[in-house]
């Protein structure tokens, strides 16, 4: 997600070659959403990855509003091509509306697990920020938390109610 942002537009058709191959070339027994989780969740993590110069970039990225907003919407471009990857990978037809969902749900779990876990803590002051100076903390790794797989057992479970059965 951070990749258009630093490195363009070769890292993101690389990008969205990855997640592709996550869903196409997972290991047997692996659902479709497993599959997802365990790439975003290490992609993620990746990125997080302190004391690079990537980590930096990663954070001046989620601490500024338009950075942040350009790399999600740079992220979620890559829906189309995760859909049609999964309804291909599971035999349903172009443009199922469940491998649609499938998409689009998982690549947004990361933006939700960071929305949640720099939610401010009402408890606070009453600006409800969580830094001394009154400005707000976005944790490193919020975007790989409790929420992060909290969404994925979510998905991963409404996935199997319409893929019961199946290794889908």
């Known amino acids: 997600m951070l990749v258009a942002v630093a490195l363009g537009d070769e890292a993101e058709v690389a990008q969205e070659a990855a997640l592709v191959a996550a869903v196409r070339d997972r290991a047997p027994g692996l659902s479709v959403p497993q599959a997802l989780r365990a790439h975003i969740k ?3 993590l990746a990125a997080e ?3 690079t110069p990537f980590s930096e970039f990663a954070g001046l990225v989620r601490s500024t509003p338009a950075l942040s907003a350009y790399a999600h919407r740079m992220w ?3 829906q189309d091509a995760l859909a049609r990857a999964i309804a291909d990978a599971v035999g349903s037809p172009a443009g199922d509306p469940h491998c649609a969902a499938l998409a689009h749900f998982a690549l947004e779990v990361p933006a939700l697990a960071t929305r949640t876990a720099n939610a401010p803590d009402r408890s606070a002051g009453a600006d409800g920020a969580d830094g001394a100076d009154g400005a707000d903390v976005l944790e490193p790794d919020a975007g790989t938390g409790p929420a992060f797989d909290a969404a994925f ?4 479970a409404g996935w199997a109610a319409v893929h019961p059965g199946r290794e889908a």
Not at 153 to 156: G, Q, S, T, V
């Open 49 to 51: 990855d302190s004391g």
């Open 153 to 156: 057992d979510l998905i991963e």
């Open 42 to 44: 290490r992609i993620r």
């Open 76 to 78: 979620m471009r890559h």
